[in-house]
């Protein structure tokens, strides 16, 4: 299950204001049609004749659950006139002609009732479904507690109510577009824009054989024409298009002078474990389509280790799922799948405790005494206790970190970073739990992971953070998706050496590095991206694609050849068609104004802009680029009225107080500009330019020494900001200040040097 919160950073979206008059209507999903010519899913009974096991075990799978039709065998919430207070409002769970109800608050902050369609999950918790008029299924944030057998609410430390972007009538718990992707069988969402309608489908209500093995008609095709040898040689794929045989004639084997199992041949294809990133992996989903056996990266664009999805060093933080921590690990890179620890049909681990890990490390080595020094049997002497932390989701979702790391307590004196040691012994710092570590094995801990430093740093804007962001992209024996970081955070434009890493990775075969490149060089100048990003509107990868097209939006291509512009032209509709696809959220359809605009198109730019806003009103980035889009037309009066709209929905956003002070700085009302600016700048201090800004207002308004005291505060939380040193030395000089101007001065230098 997913904790929809925790997604809003990546999918921010809201349901327009809408009416439910009593039960809501079910729509009917719409029947799925074939994805390739001659491939139909047939759904998982199929599979059941022959593959018994494997069905059985599927059975009483999660996956299994993933989704279900509501009634007395699925529903496991008490719906026999339970009562459930929260916010203010008393929620009643029912159940009459075998049909289940709550009566909570609707959109409009209203009790009613609505009926219960599906059940969403089976452990630890269970959700449940409404099914509204137009389509949606919404998510409802009372919870159901399977193990402690209770009602709970998914913000317990909040209050949740109709006019909030988290309640459950609003798109942030809409199943459609946030959850369905991963909780049925070839979903396909069908968001109609103009009447802002769902209707979509499935072949299978929950997760079933075809969701991991595609379509399988053309397999029990294959299955009934067995006895025809000529057949069955022909089509050594068995009529699947995902053979998921990676593990296939594989083995793993301890030699005597080692105490870890090395794979018999090397794993050279990632077809298993992009199956499970299709689910297992934060992504963004740019188009409808995917099943198992195409190209991931032709329907998903994934999330790098950001902050605040992960810790500095690559720990889960934000609900991320699995694939990108388990691209982080050593075992990944020696060859290990996901099979190798799970049994994929049941969901269950290939064996109990630390027999999973023992399967290839020595367990006189590693499950004793003196590699873990904690009592046998007991919880520090569990492998994933050391190696597989768990962080808390959906108030009661233990989940384990899959980069699979040693436990580095001294990084977490350094800079912050949680550690296992600290999480039991609570009571103790990190200082002594690194001390006990460097006493057991006589030295400070070396992790698979070493990028941890440059990335806090980084997250600091410390002095100096640069150059060891160039250092971890340019290490080969990084994880690439550590390096692909890294490209990520690093300003192509800064110097020549930032420059040839970014050229080189643009160029890579990994397509993880070339879309951390591209995030490198997309606010580069013209030229650069002219120059450098133009042979990606061809690579045969579509997230590559468009972020090539979405890159070079702003260039004129005037001396460009017809080749190019021909390139071009197919990505940018790629490009768009993604947006027009996620239409169904306003950060979608910001983006898609965002590109008009940059392709001077001002009027789809505003059209699409004014639809976010009817679509989400509380989406704060629409109102700030339709205000910059008056702004650049002259239309300054249309600026402030529309961040004055924002404002009445989001009062306390930063960043619309700032573009306000901006505008009023520009209509020449100094005193209500400097107040704006101020307030941003106290909403949002980590904001570097917030700061900047508020500065040089004040210093215009002859307020030097308040300027000099902002800035000198804004300096020492942003050391590494060149903007700021620069008006430093300058406010300090005019102040005649040599002093301090000239010692200013010889931090920007320093600064800049170590760029």
């Known amino acids: 299950m997913t904790d929809l919160k925790n997604l809003l950073l990546r999918l921010p979206a809201l349901i327009p204001g809408f009416i439910v008059l009593g039960t809501a209507v079910a729509v009917p999903s719409v029947a799925a049609k074939d994805p390739e010519p001659g491939a139909e899913f047939v759904g998982s009974s199929a599979c059941s004749s022959c593959h018994v096991n494997q069905y059985q075990a599927w059975l009483g799978s999660q996956h299994r659950a993933a989704r279900q039709e509501a009634s007395d065998s699925t529903v496991l919430g008490n719906f026999a006139g339970a009562r459930f207070s929260y916010a203010g409002v008393t929620s009643t769970f029912s159940k009459r002609d075998e049909k289940f109800f709550v009566k909570t608050d609707g959109p409009d902050g209203k009790l009613r009732e609505f009926q219960v369609r599906y059940t969403f999950g089976v452990e630890p918790l269970q959700q449940y479904l409404i099914e509204m008029p137009d389509g949606r299924l919404q998510a409802l944030s009372i919870a159901w507690s399977v193990k402690e057998k209770r009602w709970f609410h998914l913000y317990p430390k909040e209050r949740i109510n109709h006019s909030d972007d988290l309640h459950w009538t609003r798109a942030a718990q809409n199943w459609n577009g946030m959850c369905a992707d991963c909780h049925s069988t070839r979903l396909r969402k069908n968001y109609d824009p103009e009447s802002n309608r769902f209707r979509t489908s499935w072949s299978e209500v929950s997760v079933g054989c075809e969701a991991c093995h595609g379509p399988g008609s053309q397999h029990i095709s294959w299955a009934n024409a067995r006895r025809d040898a000529k057949y069955a040689a022909e089509d050594t794929a068995k009529g699947l298009a995902a053979k998921l045989d990676e593990r296939h004639g594989v083995s793993w084997t301890r030699d005597a002078m080692s105490a870890t199992a090395h794979r018999s041949q090397p794993r050279t294809t990632e077809r298993e474990i992009y199956v499970c990133a299709q689910c297992h992996s934060r992504r963004g989903q740019i188009a409808d389509g995917y099943t198992a056996g195409k190209v991931f990266l032709d329907y998903y664009r994934p999330a790098l280790l950001a902050d605040p999805l992960y810790y500095a060093d690559g720990q889960q933080h934000d609900e991320v799922y699995d694939w990108a921590s388990f691209l982080q690990s050593k075992m990944y890179a020696n060859g290990v799948t996901c099979s190798d620890c799970h049994e994929p049909h049941g969901g269950k681990l290939r064996a109990e405790g630390n027999a999973v890990c023992t399967q290839c490390h020595s367990p006189t080595q590693f499950d004793s005494p003196s590699h873990h020094h904690h009592a046998a049997g007991s919880t520090g002497a569990q492998c994933a206790t050391c190696h597989m932390p768990t962080e808390t989701y959906m108030v009661i979702d233990p989940r384990h970190d899959h980069s699979l790391r040693i436990p580095r307590p001294d990084l977490s004196a350094q800079i912050g970073t949680p550690n296992a040691c600290n999480t039991c012994h609570s009571t103790r710092d990190a200082r002594w739990a690194a001390a006990q570590i460097k006493s057991w094995f006589g030295h400070d801990p070396q992790s698979y992971q070493r990028f941890a430093t440059a990335f806090a740093h980084s997250n600091a804007g410390a002095v100096g953070a640069v150059k060891e962001l160039r250092a971890v992209a340019g290490d080969p024996s990084e994880s690439l998706i550590a390096r692909a970081t890294a490209l990520s955070r690093l300003d192509a434009n800064a110097n020549s050496e930032t420059l040839d890493i970014v050229v080189g990775a643009l160029r890579d075969p990994s397509p993880l590095l070339r879309i951390g490149a591209l995030d490198s060089l997309s606010a580069a100048p013209v030229q650069l991206k002219s120059r450098y990003a133009m042979p990606l509107l061809s690579d045969p990868l579509r997230t590559i694609r468009i972020e090539a097209a979405s890159a070079l939006a702003d260039v004129p291509f005037t001396s460009a050849s017809a080749d190019q512009r021909a390139a071009f032209d197919r990505a940018a509709k790629e490009y768009m068609d993604s947006q027009r696809y996620n239409a169904d959220r306003a950060d979608a359809r910001v983006n898609l ?83 704006e600016l101020a307030l941003a700048a106290k909403l949002d201090p980590s904001n570097a330019r917030f700061a900047y800004v508020y500065g040089v207002a004040l210093n215009s308004a002859g307020r030097a020494d308040a300027a000099i005291e902002t800035l000198v505060k804004a300096s020492a939380a942003h050391p590494a900001d060149i903007d700021i040193l620069q008006a430093l030395v300058s406010f300090y000089r005019d102040r005649g200040n040599a002093a301090e101007a000239q010692r200013c001065a010889e931090r920007l230098r320093d600064v800049e040097s170590e760029r």
């Open 593 to 675: 104004a965002r590109f008009h605009a940059r392709r001077g198109d001002t009027a789809h730019a505003e059209q699409e802009l004014k639809g976010a806003i009817a679509l989400d009103p509380l989406f704060v980035p629409t109102y700030v680029n339709l205000a910059d889009l008056y702004r650049v037309q002259g239309r300054d009066a249309d600026a402030q009225q529309v961040l004055r709209q924002g404002l009445e929905r989001s009062p306390r956003s930063a960043v619309l107080h700032h573009a306000l002070g901006l505008a009023l700085v520009r209509a020449r009302q100094s005193d209500k500009a400097l107040a």
